[in-house]
C-alpha cells in the first residue's frame, strides 16, 4: 500500500481545525498572547486580513496615489464592481463553484462604500439549464447594489437564451450612468453548426462548453446588434465616454478557443469616433489587458476556474497573472472592481482571491505601457 | 431455408441497411472516423504495393531462366521453355538448387533477414524492398547443382546461368506465347506436319508454342515432346462443342489469320473430311483454344519482363559502388572474407561453391578500378561523405534484425493504432462521465488542449505533495481533488490514454524534467 501523502491544502486545515479547537479552552492569559501575537502581526503587514488566516497585501488600489488623476481634482464619478463567469451547477452536484459564487456575493457587498452597480459578466450557469439560473440568480439577488446581467455562451446554447431572458431581460440594452454612455452586449452568437449535425440542445450546449471543441462556430456579435449599437450611439456625442460590456473579448485573441470575436473589427469601428471607450469582458477567466487605438480592453477573472494563456495572440500589453495553484481552489481566480474617473476612464481592480490584487491604471493602457504599468509575474505560465 | 428463417434474414439485412443509411446521413462523428480510418488504410500506399518482379532474361537456347529476387541469383532449366509449368516437385528441386546457391553465396546471412531490409539509403523504403541493388545480370555466374527430377547439364552456356533440364516427360505443360519477333505461324507447320505425321490435328496446337526466336530446326526439335501431350486432347474434342458458341467472338481474330490458317487446313484435308466447309470449321477451332491458353500465359510472361525494375535498380548499384570503394580498405576486406569461405568449406562437395563464389567477388572487382579514376576528379562531391549527398548508398545498410524491418504500411498501421489509443484519451479527458467526477468536471474545463499541464516537465517535486511526482501523480490527483472521483489504477486504460493525450498535445517542446 502506498504512502498517502497529504498535501498542504489539507495540513493548513489540519492546524487550523487545531487552533480553533485550542481556542474554545483558552484562558485569560493565552488568549491575551494570541491577540498580542496577531495584533503585532497586522501592524508588521500593516493591513488587514482579508479573507482568510494569511496575511496579503490588500489593493494600493485603494489608496489614492493610484488612481488615476486626470480628471478635475482626481474625483472619480462612481465604480462599480464585476463578478463573472461563475459556471454554475445544480446545487445538488456540484458546491465548488457555488461557494465560489457565494464568496464574489460577500466580497462585493463587503465593499464600503458600496458601489453603483455590479456588472456581472457572463456564463452564470454551466449547461444553460434553468435551474443552474435560478440558483444564480438567487446567489446574486443576495448582493446590496443593484446588478446589471450580461450573458454569456454557457447560458444561452441549450435553449437559446429563452430561460435567460425570462429571468433577466433582454440580452443588450444599453443605459447612461454619470456621463457615461453604457451599453452591454450579447457577443456570443454562433453560426448554426448544430442544425446540419442534427444536434439535441444537450449536445448543442455540450459542443458550446468546450473550449476546444473545433465543432463549434466563432462567436458574433451579429449584423442585427451591430446595427442596434449604430442606432443607439446616434444619439451619443462623441465626446461621451463609452463603457461597453461584453462576454467576449471584441477583438481577436484565440481562435481555438473562441477567445476571438468573429466580427470584432467591425464593432470596433462602430466605436471608433469615441474617443474615450473601455471594453470590459469575461470568458477568458484571466487577466487580460489590450488597446487597439481609441479602446482599452480589460478582461476580467472568473470565480469558477483559471483559464491558461493561450498558446498564441495575447495582447503585447498584457502582463500576466501568476501562474495559479491547483491545490488552491480560490487561487488565480476572484472578481474585480472599476473605479470610472471624470475622463471616463477606469481603473481595473483584479481582486485576485488568496494573493494581493493588482491594479491596472487606465494610463498604462492609454500610453500603450510607458506609464503605469503592473507588477511582473514572479510565476508565469508555460 | 425454411420461410420463417428467409423471413428472419431479411429483416437483419433490411435493418443492417437502414442503419448504414442512418449513420450516413446523419454523419456520426464515429461513422466518420471509422470511416476515414479504413479509408486511410486502404488508400495507404503498402497496400498498393506489389510483389517485384525481375527480368531474368532468357537463355540463348530460349529455355526458361529462374531468377531470385535479389536479381543475382539465377538458373537456367534446360528443356523447360517459357509458359510451361513444372511439376510440384520439379518446382521445388529448382528452388532449393537456387536457395543452395544463394546460401553459398552469402554464408553468413538469411534469406528473410537480408530480403527485408530497406535498400533505398538512409533508411527509406521502396517498392523494390525486395530487389536489391543487384548488379546486372549478364555479370553472374552461378554453379550448378543436382536436381531430383531434372539433368544437370553442367556449366552455363556463355558463362551466365545454371542450367537444368527438364526431363521430356513433363506431363502438364501449357505452350506460352511470348512476346518475340511473330512468326508466321505457317512457319512451324510444314516441321510439325513432318515430326507427327500420324497425328495430323497436331498440326494445329503446336505453332504459336514452338514458335521460338531461334530457326524452326531448333523448333522441330522440341515440338514433338510437347505437342503430343496436349494437342491431341485439346483439339478434337473442344472443336465441336466452342466452335459455334465462340465463334461470333473469334470472327475477326479468325479471318485475319485466315491466310495462315490454309496451310494448315491443308494437312488436316485428308485425315479429316474431305469437305472445304469442314475443314474450314476445323482451322477455325483451335484459334479459340489458342487465344485461351495465350491469354493467362500472356501474363506469367509480364511478369518476367518488367523492364522498368531492372533500370531502376542498376542506376542507384552502379552509383553506390562508385562511391563506396574509394576507401582502399574496404576493398580489402572483401577480399579477406573471400578466402575465409574456401578455408571454411573444405568438403568435396562444397569445392565447385569455392570456385564459382571466386567469379562474383572477380565480377565485382573491375569496379573499383573505375572508381579510382573517378575519385581522382574532384567535382562530384557528395555533401555528407558518410550519409548525405547523391550518393546516399555508399555505405551497406546494417541487415539481419526483425527490429529494423519495417515499410511505411507497419508505421501508418502503427501511427493509426497510436492516434487511437490518444482519441480515447481525448474523450475521457472531456468527459466527466468517464472520468468518474461525481460534481460534472473534466479536465478540459482547466485545460483547453490539455494546456497547463506541462507534461515536459515532469518528474518534478510537487512542492504541494512534498514528494517528487510523475506526470500520473497529478493527473491522480487532479481527479481525487477538483474532479471529486476516484483515483484510477495505474494500468486503468483511462488513466494510460489521458497520459498519451496530454503528451500528445505537448509534442515537439523539449523535454525539461524537475522545471518549476
Not at chain 2, 542507384?316 to 570503394?325: C, E, F, I, K, S
Not at chain 2, 471529486?484 to 515537439?508: C, F, H, V
Request: proline fraction near 10%; charged fraction near 20%; glycine fraction near 6%.
Amino acid at each position: 500500500m502506498a504512502v498517502r501523502h497529504k498535501s498542504v491544502e489539507t495540513k493548513y486545515m489540519e492546524e487550523r481545525e487545531k487552533a480553533l479547537r485550542g481556542l474554545r479552552g483558552l484562558d485569560r492569559r493565552s488568549f491575551l498572547k494570541v491577540l498580542g501575537a496577531t495584533m503585532g502581526a497586522v501592524a508588521a503587514k500593516g493591513l488587514v486580513t482579508p479573507h482568510s488566516f494569511q496575511l496579503i497585501t490588500l489593493a494600493d488600489a485603494a489608496t489614492e496615489k493610484t488612481w488615476s488623476k486626470t480628471g478635475s481634482e482626481g474625483k472619480r464619478p462612481f465604480t462599480f464592481a464585476y463578478i463573472s463567469d461563475t459556471h454554475l451547477y445544480e446545487r445538488t452536484l456540484n458546491q465548488r463553484f457555488v461557494r465560489a459564487a457565494v464568496k464574489a456575493v460577500e466580497d462585493v457587498n463587503a465593499l464600503d462604500p458600496q458601489p453603483d452597480f455590479v456588472l456581472f459578466g457572463g456564463d452564470l450557469a454551466q449547461l444553460g439549464r434553468r435551474k443552474e439560473l435560478e440558483l444564480g440568480k438567487q446567489i446574486l439577488d443576495e448582493l446590496k447594489a443593484p446588478v446589471k446581467m450580461m450573458v454569456g455562451e454557457h447560458d444561452w446554447f441549450f435553449d437559446m437564451g429563452e430561460a435567460w431572458q425570462d429571468m433577466f431581460g433582454p440580452p443588450n440594452y444599453s443605459f447612461d450612468w454619470k456621463g457615461v454612455h453604457v451599453m452591454v452586449l450579447m457577443s456570443v452568437h454562433e453560426k448554426d453548426f448544430w442544425t446540419p449535425l442534427k444536434m439535441t440542445p444537450e449536445e448543442r450546449m455540450h459542443t458550446v462548453a468546450g473550449l476546444d471543441n473545433g465543432t463549434q462556430s466563432r462567436f458574433m456579435v451579429g449584423e442585427d446588434q451591430m446595427a442596434w449599437m449604430e442606432d443607439d450611439l446616434s444619439k451619443v456625442p462623441h465626446s461621451t465616454p463609452l463603457l461597453i460590456f461584453s462576454h467576449s473579448p471584441l477583438y481577436k485573441y484565440y481562435r481555438a478557443w473562441n477567445f476571438w470575436t468573429e466580427d470584432a473589427d467591425e464593432v470596433q469601428d462602430i466605436l471608433r469616433p469615441y474617443a474615450r471607450t473601455t471594453v470590459i469582458h469575461g470568458h477568458t477567466h484571466q487577466m487580460l489587458f489590450n488597446q487597439i487605438r481609441n479602446i482599452s480592453f480589460y478582461g476580467m477573472l472568473s470565480t469558477a476556474w483559471p483559464w491558461p494563456y493561450a498558446p498564441q495572440g495575447l495582447p503585447a500589453l498584457t502582463v500576466q497573472m501568476n501562474r495559479a495553484d491547483p491545490f488552491d481552489q480560490f487561487d488565480g481566480v476572484g472578481d474585480g472592481q472599476f473605479y470610472v474617473n471624470p475622463e471616463g476612464l477606469a481603473d481595473a481592480i483584479y481582486n485576485l482571491w488568496d494573493r494581493n490584487p493588482v491594479t491596472v491604471n487606465a494610463n498604462y493602457l492609454t500610453s500603450r505601457g510607458a506609464r503605469d504599468k503592473p507588477p511582473p509575474p514572479q510565476f508565469a505560465s508555460y | 431455408m425454411t420461410p420463417h428463417k428467409k423471413i428472419l434474414t431479411a429483416l437483419v439485412a433490411a435493418f443492417s441497411l437502414s442503419a448504414v443509411v442512418y449513420l450516413a446521413a446523419n454523419r456520426s462523428p464515429q461513422f466518420d472516423s471509422i470511416g476515414n480510418r479504413l479509408q486511410s488504410i486502404l488508400n495507404s500506399d503498402a497496400l498498393a504495393q506489389q510483389l517485384p518482379t525481375h527480368d531474368a532474361g532468357e537463355s540463348k537456347s530460349g529455355d526458361v531462366v529462374v531468377e531470385l529476387c535479389d536479381g543475382k541469383t539465377r538458373m537456367e532449366i534446360k528443356g523447360l521453355k517459357p509458359g510451361q509449368k513444372m511439376t510440384h516437385e520439379q518446382a521445388l528441386a529448382v528452388t532449393r538448387a537456387l536457395m543452395a546457391d544463394w546460401g553459398r553465396q552469402h554464408p553468413d546471412q538469411n534469406w528473410q533477414m537480408a530480403q527485408g531490409e530497406p535498400q533505398g539509403g538512409a533508411g527509406e523504403w521502396s517498392d523494390e524492398t525486395n530487389s536489391t541493388g543487384a548488379t546486372p545480370a549478364p555479370q553472374m555466374a552461378v554453379p550448378t547443382f543436382p536436381i531430383p527430377g531434372f539433368a544437370e547439364t553442367g556449366a552455363a552456356p556463355a558463362g551466365q546461368y545454371t542450367s537444368i533440364e527438364v526431363p521430356t516427360a513433363a506431363p502438364t505443360m501449357h505452350h506460352t506465347h511470348r512476346p518475340r519477333p511473330k512468326t508466321p505461324i505457317a512457319t512451324p507447320v510444314p516441321a510439325v506436319a513432318t515430326a507427327a505425321p500420324l497425328k495430323p490435328t497436331a498440326s494445329v496446337t503446336p505453332p504459336p508454342t514452338a514458335a521460338p526466336t531461334t530457326a524452326p530446326t531448333k523448333a522441330a526439335t522440341t515440338a514433338p515432346t510437347s505437342a503430343p501431350t496436349t494437342a491431341p486432347t485439346a483439339a478434337p474434342t473442344r472443336a465441336p462443342t466452342t466452335a459455334p458458341t465462340g465463334a461470333p467472338s473469334v470472327v475477326p481474330a479468325a479471318a485475319a489469320a485466315a491466310s495462315n490458317a490454309q496451310p494448315a487446313t491443308a494437312s488436316a484435308k485428308p485425315t479429316r473430311t474431305p469437305k472445304p466447309t469442314r475443314t474450314v470449321t476445323a482451322t477455325h477451332t483451335p484459334t479459340p483454344t489458342r487465344t485461351r491458353i495465350a491469354t493467362p500465359t500472356r501474363t506469367v510472361t509480364a511478369t518476367h519482363t518488367p523492364t522498368a525494375t531492372r533500370t531502376r535498380i542498376a542506376t542507384p548499384t552502379r552509383t553506390v559502388t562508385v562511391t563506396h570503394t574509394p576507401t582502399p580498405t574496404r576493398t580489402r576486406t572483401v577480399t579477406a572474407t573471400r578466402t575465409v569461405t574456401p578455408t571454411r568449406t573444405p568438403t568435396v562437395t562444397h569445392t565447385p561453391t569455392v570456385t564459382h563464389t571466386a567469379t562474383p567477388t572477380h565480377t565485382r572487382t573491375p569496379t573499383p578500378s573505375r572508381t579510382v579514376t573517378e575519385t581522382a576528379t574532384p567535382a562530384p562531391t557528395p555533401r555528407n561523405p558518410i550519409i548525405g549527398g547523391p550518393g546516399r548508398r555508399q555505405l551497406p545498410l546494417q541487415q539481419g534484425d526483425t527490429y529494423a524491418s519495417f515499410n511505411q504500411r507497419d508505421v501508418k498501421i502503427w501511427q493509426a493504432n497510436t492516434e487511437r489509443f490518444i482519441q480515447e484519451g481525448k474523450e475521457v479527458f472531456h468527459d466527466a462521465d468517464k472520468l468518474g467526477s461525481t460534481i460534472g468536471v473534466s479536465c478540459d474545463m482547466c485545460h483547453p488542449n490539455a494546456a497547463n499541464t506541462h507534461p515536459e516537465t515532469y518528474p518534478k517535486y510537487q512542492v504541494q505533495l512534498q514528494r517528487v511526482a510523475l506526470l500520473r501523480d497529478m493527473i491522480e490527483w487532479c481527479i481525487e481533488n477538483p474532479v471529486k472521483g476516484k483515483t484510477m489504477d495505474p494500468n486503468d486504460p483511462r488513466l494510460r490514454a489521458m497520459e498519451a493525450y496530454i503528451l500528445s498535445q505537448r509534442k515537439g517542446v523539449p523535454l525539461d524534467y524537475g522545471k518549476h
